[in-house]
């Protein structure tokens, strides 16, 4: 780990967080880069160096009426008993289909939790020390100001791969940097 993280991690070390990870941003981070996240050794990253007082899982969840292969919806749910079984709280939302053609032929899934995520750590200010954003979206970058402004403490982690410079600006961590939390698909 680089001196920057460490330094971040001995300011806050101890302090009670709440931590936010957008699935969203993460999935295909991933997946481009051909790593996952061990998510028990990230649990243990956070123990170690916070008082946890919840982590909360964002992702999006093929909706029951929706054909797809019962494979990929097994793992899919396989993933969130994981996560839950880790004592993760995880928040499902249906993917939405958006189609990228006008013959309406092609599309990708999407979920976007940004605005409930924003909305949560408003929340649970008065209950933590710090808020812990796992994203790599520029779009939290306002949230982290307006905490700031509050006299709050934030830190985004992220892959440094595609981390937008917005982000860099911010309080964070590179997980490429963590020992022991990345693991080759």
Not at 127 to 149: E, T
Not at 164 to 175: C, D, G, Q, S, T
Request: glycine content about 2%; some cysteine.
């Amino acid at each position: 780990m680089d001196k920057k993280a460490k330094k971040i991690l001995e300011k806050y070390k101890n302090k009670r967080a709440g931590v936010f990870i957008d699935d969203a941003n993460m999935f295909h981070t991933q997946r481009e880069l051909k790593r996952t996240i061990d998510w028990r050794n990230f649990k243990h990253f956070l123990e170690n160096n916070f008082e946890v007082e919840f982590i909360k899982y964002y992702r999006g969840a093929y909706p029951k009426s929706e054909k797809i292969p019962s494979k990929i919806r097994e793992n899919n749910l396989r993933y969130a008993q994981i996560l839950k079984n880790l004592e993760f709280e995880v928040i499902h939302r249906n993917l939405k289909k958006i189609y990228i053609n006008k013959k309406k032929t092609k599309f990708i899934y999407k979920c976007d939790f940004d605005a409930e995520i924003g909305f949560d750590v408003g929340a649970c200010l008065t209950k933590v020390d710090i808020v812990i954003i796992i994203s790599g979206d520029s779009d939290f970058v306002c949230l982290a100001k307006k905490l700031q402004k509050q006299n709050k403490n934030f830190l985004m982690l992220c892959f440094e791969y595609k981390a937008p410079w917005e982000v860099r600006k911010i309080h964070h961590i590179f997980l490429e940097t963590i020992e022991n939390i990345l693991i080759p698909k």
